[in-house]
């Protein structure tokens, strides 16, 4: 068991760092502006201390002998998921910053650090994890096809984001009827990125992806290995059979997760009910450029047109508080383990309630109203 951790007044840092230089620049930035630093030359070393010891962030390199930094931060990810983990190197390429984002960075950094960019970004992990101690969420948004979780949830995801809560998106199939995978893949990949979310990529057979397995037990894996508080997936009202079929084995992979929201896809029915509206306001040109991503899509899927997304998210406002709003049926919202106090789910949804009854209800009573039949979250 952990001794009782008290935090410094700016923070307690591990540093896992090979080369000597860097670890003594580091070392001195950091420790004359205040922290606590503890080094460990190789990840071997660190990993026993992550259990027994309280750290308030993980500065590691990504290129080191036998275990790497990416290695390293996946295997954080899996002991302490809500510790903030901070990725340097020498050599930022498409493999190392998109392997580094689907084990989930908290943030990545180049060589030569700055020392006045690298107290601030620490200063700005560390505050942001003290922040969201206990109540960090991990948000997991599955989709049948590529481009499905970008057009019904992608503003959520970049709300959440920005939240400071972990995220990570499921792509069942690489949606060959639709074009070449490795471009829709590769287009998939860019998506995740710009939403700042870990991509597990899968590949199941366009248009026959099933209710039951393979599907149910690729769900389960994932939700093993990212361990998700929230799920976001399709709905059943729904004319796509892949879409219908990823809903019904969400159902079945997801059923210990404590919050489980449907998005609206293009091919959903009128039957797609909504009863939780997330404002996204500051957050629509990023879901634009998330879907823009999907470029070979762009002149074969009218629905990926801006115009017909921003009329989409623009009619959903006016159950919300703001401008655009993404629409979500409501399938279970309980915090997973809780035993009252209220769920991070509900944190996240509370800092908005105010101004949209504010814009909804003419009275006292009306506001009481809405707030029962409706959450609606900004």
């Not at 397995?213 to 990212?226: N, Q």
């Amino acid at each position: 068991m952990g001794t009782e951790y008290q935090p410094t007044p700016r923070g307690r840092i591990l540093l896992v760092e090979d080369d000597p230089d860097t670890a003594r620049f580091i070392m001195h930035v950091l420790g004359r502006a205040g922290f606590d630093l503890e080094h460990a030359p190789d990840p071997t070393v660190a990993l026993p201390r992550i259990g027994p010891e309280r750290w308030d962030l993980v500065i590691t390199d990504i290129e080191m002998p036998d275990m790497t930094g990416i290695e390293l931060l996946e295997t954080l990810r899996r002991e302490a998921p809500a510790l903030p983990v901070a990725v340097i190197t020498a050599h930022v390429t498409v493999d190392n910053t998109l392997g580094a984002l689907r084990a989930r960075a908290d943030e990545f950094l180049q060589k030569p650090l700055r020392p006045d960019a690298l107290v601030a970004t620490v200063t700005a992990l560390i505050s942001r994890g003290r922040s969201n101690h206990g109540t960090r969420e991990v948000v997991l948004a599955v989709g049948a096809h590529p481009d499905d979780v970008e057009i019904g949830a992608a503003g959520a995801l970049l709300a959440h984001r920005d939240a400071g809560h972990q995220v990570a998106i499921l792509t069942m199939s690489r949606g060959a009827r639709g074009g070449a995978d490795d471009a829709r893949a590769g287009e998939a990949r860019a998506a995740a990125t710009i939403l700042g979310a870990a991509l597990y990529l899968e590949d199941l057979e366009d248009t026959q992806i099933s209710e039951s397995d393979p599907t149910i037990s690729t769900i389960s894996a994932v939700i093993e290995a990212v361990r998700p508080t929230i799920v976001y997936t399709h709905s059943i009202h729904d004319v796509h059979q892949d879409h219908r079929n990823t809903h019904q084995a969400v159902m079945v992979a997801a059923r210990e997760v404590g919050s489980l929201c449907c998005f609206q896809s293009p091919s959903a029915t009128v039957d797609f009910r909504p009863a939780r509206f997330i404002v996204i306001d500051e957050y629509m040109t990023g879901k634009l450029a998330a879907i823009a991503a999907f470029g070979s899509q762009a002149t074969v899927r009218q629905y990926l047109a801006p115009d017909l997304i921003e009329a989409t998210a623009r009619y959903w406002s006016r159950f919300g508080s703001g401008r655009y709003a993404e629409a979500f049926e409501v399938i279970r919202d309980r915090a997973a383990g809780s035993s009252g106090g209220g769920s991070g789910q509900q944190a996240f949804e509370a800092a908005a309630q105010s101004a949209a009854v504010a814009e909804n209800a003419p009275d006292e009573g009306a506001a009481h109203q809405i707030l029962e039949d409706r959450h609606v979250t900004k």
